[in-house]
């Protein structure tokens, strides 16, 4: 028979196995919000995810802080999107002199070019968020071997609800008759998506919110929205809605809704993870060009 204390001693041990045999979360840091969803759908409950632009911010101006040093420090893996988005971000991780691997997802996608450079937002073509999915997958079965069984299997998961949202996409905007497919956006953000889904994104400013519009540009912006009778000017959630209320003041095109180019919204928002985020968009652009 047990004593008392032999007794407790075993309730506390059986209390105790369990924490013990969790496995401690892996670090990673990603580098703005929708990465960062990306991260926590393949990585699940073995990742914990830290992102340095959150929500509604954006990360061509972002200016780090001290304590995004010390994430990047203590990271295991640090996923960037590359293409020239994150300009602050290279001499950040320099600064933090990180022993993590840092995985660059933009790599991996065949990059439009313009004028200005490559286009960072390659996010806005599904098909490229799933290159930056099996790219994420990929990083993390190697950082963490123990884990690859669930990393693959959570990549799948996701991969099949992407191909159903770029048919979704699809579908919704081939209801749409060609020439109708044409709005104004607060900056260049939809290349990837005009090419892929066949929406005419006109923009005063360029591929990066750093870039001013001039006079000109605006000028070309408001000729070409009356010549092509372009139904919509669309705001975005990280950009000076002046530039689109300006231009919809002087061309009568109405104001459609906000869009989200750059970066999630917070949680009580309609695109609070990447699927919805795309949704949202859609959803916007079908009520403004519809017929």
Avoid at 66 to 90: C, H, M, S, T, Y
Avoid at 154 to 174: F, M, P, R, S
Avoid at 196 to 210: C, D, L, M, N, W
């Amino acid at each position: 028979m047990l004593t008392r204390r032999a007794a407790l001693a075993l309730s506390l041990a059986a209390l105790a196995a369990p924490a013990l045999a969790e496995s401690p979360k892996i670090p990673v840091v990603a580098s703005f919000s929708i990465i960062g969803d990306f991260l926590r759908e393949v990585g699940g409950d073995r990742v914990s995810v830290t992102t340095i632009v959150g929500p509604d911010g954006d990360a061509h101006v972002y200016q780090p802080s001290p304590a995004d040093g010390r994430r990047i420090a203590q990271a295991k893996v640090i996923f960037v999107n590359g293409l020239g988005f994150e300009g602050w971000l290279e001499r950040l991780i320099s600064v933090a002199k990180t022993k993590g691997t840092v995985v660059t997802l933009g790599k991996g996608v065949a990059a439009r070019k313009d004028e200005e450079g490559a286009d960072p937002h390659a996010w806005q073509d599904v098909a490229n968020a799933k290159i930056y999915v099996n790219e994420i997958r990929d990083a993390l079965v190697a950082a963490d071997p123990e884990g690859a069984e669930s990393y693959r299997a959570n990549a799948a998961a996701y991969l099949a609800k992407l191909d159903a949202l770029d048919a979704e996409i699809v579908k919704t905007l081939d209801a749409i008759p060609t020439d109708r497919r044409r709005v104004v956006s607060t900056h260049d953000a939809f290349g990837y998506f005009s090419a892929r889904y066949g929406v005419e994104f006109i923009a005063p400013q360029g591929v990066s919110t750093e870039s001013e519009a001039s006079a000109r540009d605006i000028a070309r912006i408001i000729d070409a929205v009356k010549q092509h009778k372009v139904g919509a000017v669309f705001l975005e959630n990280v950009a000076d809605p002046r530039l689109a209320k300006r231009i919809a003041a002087e061309t009568g095109a109405r104001v459609g809704g906000m869009l989200y180019s750059d970066a999630l919204s917070d949680a009580k928002g309609d695109g609070a993870n990447y699927i919805d985020m795309m949704r949202h968009n859609v959803r916007e652009l079908a009520k403004a060009l519809t017929p």
